[in-house]
């Protein structure tokens, strides 16, 4: 069974950084988009951040674009979410997924594998 393991989130003040990571245990995944997507308590999940595998090209969220990078390093299987200038509205659980083609989708229904999420928490 593929699994995405996440990591990296925790508390961080109003400005500060984090950064998370996600890889497959059990597969590589390398030739699909990978996407970030965000959860916070009685909201839907949303869409933050894609990137396609092959040549790194990018997509983001209007809320985030500026403050955070997406990137893979293909040696590691590793995505990656560089989040700068962290504000309270971004506390969310951060989920990375796997997309079913290799440009990334905005919607979450085009992603086939989750991660089980990181708990983001930002304060003012």
């Known amino acids: 069974q593929v699994q995405l393991v996440e990591s990296g989130g925790g508390l961080v003040q109003a400005g500060g950084s984090l950064r998370l990571s996600c890889a497959p245990s059990?597969?590589?995944?390398?030739?699909?988009?990978k996407g970030w997507f965000r959860q916070a308590p009685g909201k839907e999940r949303e869409f933050v951040a894609g990137?396609?595998?092959?040549?790194?090209?990018?997509d983001y969220a209007d809320s985030v674009k500026g403050r955070f990078t997406i990137s893979r390093d293909s040696a590691k299987n590793t995505v990656y979410l560089q989040m700068n200038s962290l504000k309270p509205e971004d506390t969310a659980v951060y989920y990375c997924?796997?997309?079913?083609?290799?440009?990334?989708?905005?919607?979450?229904?085009?992603?086939?594998?989750w991660g089980q999420g990181t708990q983001v928490t930002v304060s003012s």
């Open positions: 997924a796997v997309g079913s083609t290799a440009v990334p989708s905005r919607n979450p229904g085009e992603y086939n594998y």
């Open positions: 990137i396609t595998w092959s040549i790194g090209l990018t």
């Open positions: 059990g597969g590589s995944f390398s030739r699909y988009a």
